[in-house]
């Protein structure tokens, strides 16, 4: 059979929260394949249902087993199209769709992408941090020592870091990135993007530790995490957190120069360390 006569698997990104963010050819689309395959059909059913989209839908998750796999695989190839859609925004990030897009552009069956909202691209876009280089981690592990580990290999990285992070372990994981990058590297916490309650805070680590434990209502919904790249100045401020708040204070009354002479003064530091760290996080 030739590619000509197979059906096209189209990868669609869904809302990640607010529907108007809907496209016209994401409805389209799932309005006219002849099957749309979702991680969560009853979670996708009020998607479809705002949308008044009857296409039938099946089951898809990575770990479904083969049997499913194949299942879609033998539609494509008796030429009807499906659509891949997850919970929300983009599939295959963070989202199941990986192993099926790889069979299925192993048998030479076309795959077409929906563009439309992800929560990464979404947050980075009003974090402020750098966006010209960034590295998206997805979920940390669950465990508190492979996280630990995890981030200890992502110390010196450079780039702005992207993380995904549910409720329950918000707070955990702020505090073990604090332990890591040190408690003045700069964080942004983009909370429940494009729905009611969207909030985007941000500081450094220490400042965000303590604002999401002061506001229990920070720590609900959905977030993406970002952290400022490693800097040559952090080294210092990992070895203690009260340097950072003295020269925050010194700064507010006084320029570099002289702030970064007093701090030295009082912490024994070196001046150009200090003075170099001020620039570095722009204060
Ligand atoms: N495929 C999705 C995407 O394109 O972004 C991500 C799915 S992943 C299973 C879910 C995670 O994405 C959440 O735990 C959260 O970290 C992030 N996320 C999804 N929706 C979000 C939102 N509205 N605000 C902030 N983060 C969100």
Redesign the pocket.
Known sequence: MTEHHTGILYIV?TP??NFSDMTQRAIETLQCVDYIAAEDTRHSARLLNHFNITTPQIAYHDHSDEKRLQKIMQILLEGQSVALI??????L???PGYQLVKVVRKEGVRVVPIPG????VT?LSVAGLPSDRFIFEGFLPAKQNARRVYLESLRRESRTLIF???THRLLDSLQDMTDTFGSGRKAVI??????TFETVLDGSLQDLVIKVTEDHNQQK????ILLGGYKKSDEFIRIDASVVQTMKILLDELPIKQASAIAAKLTGLKKRDLYQWALDNKL
């Open positions: 990104a990640i929260g997850s919970d929300a925004g983009t599939p990030i963070s989202d909202v992800c929560a990464m947050a995904y992070e549910s983009a909370r429940e993007l494009t729905k919904g959905e977030f993406v």
